[in-house]
Nanobody, 126 residues
């Protein structure tokens, strides 16, 4: 069973940057579509960015031009570089993997993802 562990969250001021990492167990990391999601207090979990096994990427409109998703299959690690952070980015950030499909096609549709990390808190103050 795949396990995913996030790190890199924290507290920053508006305009600051953070880099999240997510390390997955197992040897099949490169075959999955993986993504970053977030959930703010009182809101539903939403997709932030995703990347499929071939490197196709999709971003939520709210983070385009500010966030960059990448992965290193050799290290079983997914990254999210977050620049120009705003208080609206405050949330718990989760990485997730879609291990049930073929891994092609990046999607921000939460129900497609079956394996989740425990989450890491990102707090942006104004």
């Amino acid at each position: 069973q795949v396990r995913m562990v996030e790190s890199g969250g924290g507290s920053v001021q508006a305009g600051g940057t953070l880099r999240l990492s997510c390390t997955a167990s197992g040897s099949a990391f490169g075959t999955y579509a993986v993504g970053w999601f977030r959930q703010a207090p009182g809101k539903e979990r939403e997709g932030v960015a995703a990347i499929d096994r071939d490197g196709a990427i999709i971003y939520a409109d709210s983070v385009k031009g500010r966030f960059t998703i990448s992965k290193d299959n050799a290290k079983n690690t997914l990254y999210l570089q977050m620049n120009s952070l705003t208080p609206e980015d405050t949330a718990i950030y989760y990485c997730a993997a879609d291990t049930r499909r073929l891994g092609t096609g990046a999607s921000l549709f939460v129900p497609l993802y079956d394996t989740w990390g425990q989450g890491t808190q990102v707090t942006v103050s104004s």
